[in-house]
């Protein structure tokens, strides 16, 4: 049944639908009515959960550990600095193999104060071996949350996700969204039962102190695990199809790039965007292309190779950026793109910072700048963009 | 595709009126999109929201530059913000506005559609009396301006995002379809 919501209630839904056992939250803007609206899904008794109101996002987490080692299915929700409050519990989660699944509405970081979009709070994250899964829609949001946690759960994989969504641009906006069956995504996603947990009456060590002669072999094999998790989320998306009839586009998503002289890549709502600007220049009579990084972790190595030994050019827009270097978006697809025998021309484009607004006359500029750079190379790799002050103008 | 901005005031229910508008155009078949600017969120600072509805589906996630249609939910915005900004050629504007009252000096290149929101919302006891919520009423007055979304769907919608009174906020809607009219400059 479609349904007209935000991208918050249609996270709300994913975990519902995916019958998390044990939800455990703190409120920041702009995740809150996530939680508002799951805590009156288990109070209602829609959802059969316990509800877990925490004191902070550090404790948040620390209660999923909790409640998922002793074997239950656990979701929260989070944005921005509550984020980077659980990164020390992050690592946890991954380490001891807990397919937590958890939404991060994505929110630029203060100072100065900003409560909009921008990917920095996650990408801060990546190295905590989360998988991670950037939306272009509300129905993907709900989609990837079930489709998360029977990634996650497989016993090859074994790690938990982060489903990120644009703050305000997903989140508070409404736009339809079909509502699966019940039953269905039940067949679709078995009740969670991990190979250990925590029981009475059966004594195990969790989280132990391992020697330097067993901690690497730990490490290894959380590797494999994300390394699994590639074709594990292929297979899953193919079953997801069967089961819904609805996909978005594996990894990395193509967009018109199989004719393509230059490409976009980027992740989030700015994808869907560029989507109509793709068409608009096409019709223009311009070959250009859009790749969506869709996961960013496991990155989409061979995809993206792949594309770049068939292009001339690649424009990378990063909504975040890693001062000292680039935006990571920009220097994992160049890093993928390196052994390529004929490598394109390739330059990053920081846009939309702390919810500044990437429109369509934006994306086609940029769009114009690498088809120049991409037959004369680039002068400067990396570009800010519609900055004040700066002498090109965007607008 | 049909672009709408809303301008009103924390408090007056400017975002609910752009859900309402969004779900009303789905209920008549279109694919829609509605979102918010918060600035402050703030009782009586300025709020602007935003609604899109299509018979294609709508990919874009950029804000609204030019708008077919405004609505004005306090017309105190009037002054001190540019409620016309990007407005199409031939666009059309609601405002809220007490009628009888005379119109501040507005160009000639638009339509005007006005409706006293705020008396009728009072009148069904929405909200207060000092602070009525007058986005229902409003919206009654969108479907008088709108040929294209019918007051049906419209009362439809207000029923599934009122939290209460729901009757009395239905019934606001369809007096100011009634009382709506096109202003003469």
Same mark, same amino acid.
């Given at each position: 049944?479609?349904?007209?919501?935000? /991208?918050?209630?249609?996270?709300?839904?994913?975990?519902?639908?995916?019958?998390?056992?044990?939800?455990?939250?703190?409120?920041?803007?702009?995740?809150?009515?996530?939680?508002?609206?799951?805590?009156?899904?288990?109070?209602? /008794?829609?959802?059969?959960?316990?509800?877990?109101?925490?004191?902070?996002?550090?404790?948040?987490?620390?209660?999923?550990?909790?409640?998922?080692?002793? /074997?239950?299915?656990?979701?929260?929700?989070?944005?921005?600095?509550?984020?980077?409050?659980?990164?020390?519990?992050?690592?946890?989660?991954?380490?001891?193999?807990?397919?937590?699944?958890?939404?991060?509405?994505?929110?630029?970081?203060?100072?100065?104060?900003?409560?909009?979009?921008?990917?920095?709070?996650?990408?801060?994250?990546?190295?905590?071996?989360?998988?991670?899964?950037?939306?272009?829609?509300?129905?993907?949001?709900?989609?990837?949350?079930? %489709?998360?946690?029977?990634?996650?759960?497989?016993?090859?994989?074994?790690?938990?996700?982060?489903?990120?969504?644009?703050?305000?641009?997903?989140?508070?906006?409404?736009?339809?969204?079909?509502?699966?069956?019940?039953?269905?995504?039940?067949?679709?996603?078995?009740?969670?039962?991990?190979?250990?947990?925590?029981?009475?009456?059966?004594?195990?060590?969790?989280?132990?102190?391992?020697?330097?002669? #067993?901690?690497?072999?730990?490490?290894?094999?959380?590797?494999?695990?994300?390394?699994?998790?590639?074709? @594990?989320?292929?297979?899953?998306? #193919?079953?997801?199809?069967?089961?819904?009839?609805?996909?978005?586009?594996?990894?990395?998503?193509?967009?018109?790039?199989?004719?393509?002289?230059?490409?976009?890549?980027?992740?989030?709502?700015?994808?869907?965007?560029?989507?109509?600007?793709?068409?608009?220049?096409?019709?223009?009579?311009?070959?250009?292309?859009?790749?969506?990084?869709?996961?960013? @972790?496991?990155?989409?190595?061979?995809?993206?190779?792949?594309?770049?030994?068939?292009?001339?050019?690649?424009?990378?827009?990063?909504?975040?950026?890693?001062?000292?270097?680039?935006?990571?978006?920009?220097?994992?697809?160049?890093?993928?793109?390196?052994?390529?025998?004929?490598?394109?021309?390739?330059?990053?484009?920081?846009?939309?910072?702390?919810?500044?607004?990437?429109?369509?006359?934006?994306?086609?500029?940029?769009?114009?700048?690498?088809?120049?750079?991409?037959?004369?190379?680039?002068?400067?790799?990396?570009?800010?963009?519609?900055?004040?002050?700066?002498?090109?103008?965007? @607008? | 595709?049909?672009?709408?901005?809303?301008?009103?005031?924390?408090?007056?229910?400017?975002?609910?009126?752009?859900?309402?508008?969004?779900?009303?155009?789905?209920?008549?078949?279109?694919?829609?999109?509605?979102?918010?600017?918060?600035?402050?969120?703030?009782?009586?600072?300025?709020?602007?929201?935003?609604?899109?509805?299509?018979?294609?589906?709508?990919?874009?996630?950029?804000?609204?530059?030019?708008?077919?249609?405004?609505?004005?939910?306090?017309?105190?915005?009037?002054?001190?913000?540019?409620?016309?900004?990007?407005?199409?050629?031939?666009?059309?504007?609601?405002?809220?506005?007490?009628?009888?009252?005379?119109?501040?000096?507005?160009?000639?290149?638009?339509?005007?559609?006005?409706?006293?929101?705020?008396?009728?919302?009072?009148?069904?006891?929405?909200?207060?009396?000092?602070?009525?919520?007058?986005?229902?009423?409003?919206?009654?007055?969108?479907?008088? %301006?709108?040929?294209?979304?019918?007051?049906?769907?419209?009362?439809?919608?207000?029923?599934?995002?009122?939290?209460?009174?729901?009757?009395?906020?239905?019934?606001?809607?369809?007096?100011?379809?009634?009382?709506?009219?096109?202003?003469?400059?």
């Amino acid at each position: 049944m479609r349904e007209v919501m935000t /991208g918050n209630y249609a996270s709300a839904y994913g975990a519902k639908l995916a019958r998390a056992e044990v939800i455990a939250a703190y409120p920041i803007t702009p995740q809150t009515s996530i939680v508002e609206k799951l805590a009156d899904f288990v109070a209602t /008794g829609e959802l059969k959960a316990q509800f877990i109101p925490v004191e902070s996002e550090h404790s948040a987490m620390a209660a999923c550990i909790a409640a998922q080692t002793a /074997g239950a299915r656990t979701y929260t929700a989070t944005s921005s600095h509550g984020l980077a409050l659980m990164h020390e519990v992050l690592t946890w989660a991954s380490g001891a193999r807990l397919p937590i699944v958890m939404t991060n509405v994505s929110r630029a970081m203060a100072p100065p104060w900003s409560v909009w979009v921008d990917h920095m709070d996650s990408i801060a994250q990546r190295d905590t071996g989360w998988l991670q899964f950037y939306c272009q829609s509300n129905q993907e949001v709900l989609d990837t949350i079930i %489709m998360a946690y029977k990634v996650c759960e497989s016993s090859g994989v074994m790690l938990p996700a982060m489903v990120v969504m644009d703050a305000f641009i997903l989140s508070h906006t409404s736009e339809p969204v079909d509502i699966p069956d019940q039953a269905l995504v039940d067949s679709f996603l078995p009740p969670y039962s991990p190979d250990l947990k925590i029981e009475v009456g059966k004594p195990m060590g969790f989280g132990s102190l391992v020697k330097p002669d #067993q901690y690497m072999e730990f490490r290894y094999k959380a590797m494999l695990g994300m390394k699994a998790s590639r074709d @594990r989320f292929l297979r899953v998306e #193919q079953e997801f199809k069967n089961i819904f009839g609805r996909e978005h586009g594996g990894l990395l998503e193509r967009y018109q790039c199989d004719d393509a002289d230059v490409v976009l890549v980027a992740a989030g709502s700015v994808a869907a965007t560029a989507k109509d600007v793709v068409d608009s220049m096409r019709a223009k009579g311009h070959r250009v292309g859009l790749a969506r990084i869709r996961s960013f @972790r496991p990155f989409p190595h061979d995809e993206v190779r792949a594309l770049a030994g068939k292009v001339e050019g690649i424009a990378v827009l990063d909504r975040s950026y890693t001062f000292g270097a680039a935006g990571a978006m920009f220097t994992e697809t160049k890093a993928s793109a390196y052994s390529v025998q004929k490598r394109p021309v390739m330059k990053n484009y920081i846009a939309g910072l702390g919810g500044r607004d990437i429109t369509p006359r934006i994306l086609e500029k940029i769009f114009e700048d690498i088809q120049v750079v991409s037959k004369r190379g680039a002068e400067d790799e990396v570009e800010w963009v519609d900055v004040a002050g700066l002498p090109r103008r965007w @607008r | 595709m049909i672009e709408v901005r809303f301008h009103g005031r924390g408090g007056q229910g400017v975002v609910v009126a752009s859900e309402v508008l969004a779900k009303a155009a789905f209920k008549m078949g279109f694919e829609v999109s509605s979102f918010p600017f918060f600035g402050v969120e703030r009782r009586g600072a300025p709020v602007t929201a935003f609604a899109r509805f299509d018979e294609r589906p709508i990919r874009i996630k950029s804000s609204i530059y030019e708008p077919d249609y405004v609505v004005v939910l306090d017309n105190s915005l009037l002054r001190g913000v540019d409620i016309l900004e990007g407005l199409k050629p031939g666009g059309k504007v609601l405002i809220n506005y007490p009628a009888g009252k005379r119109l501040p000096e507005l160009p000639q290149r638009f339509k005007y559609y006005l409706i006293d929101a705020t008396s009728i919302a009072a009148a069904h006891g929405i909200g207060s009396q000092t602070a009525p919520i007058v986005n229902t009423a409003i919206m009654g007055g969108f479907a008088k %301006m709108c040929e294209m979304v019918a007051l049906e769907p419209i009362l439809e919608s207000i029923r599934e995002v009122a939290p209460v009174k729901e009757e009395e906020n239905v019934a606001a809607a369809k007096e100011a379809y009634e009382r709506t009219i096109e202003a003469t400059l």
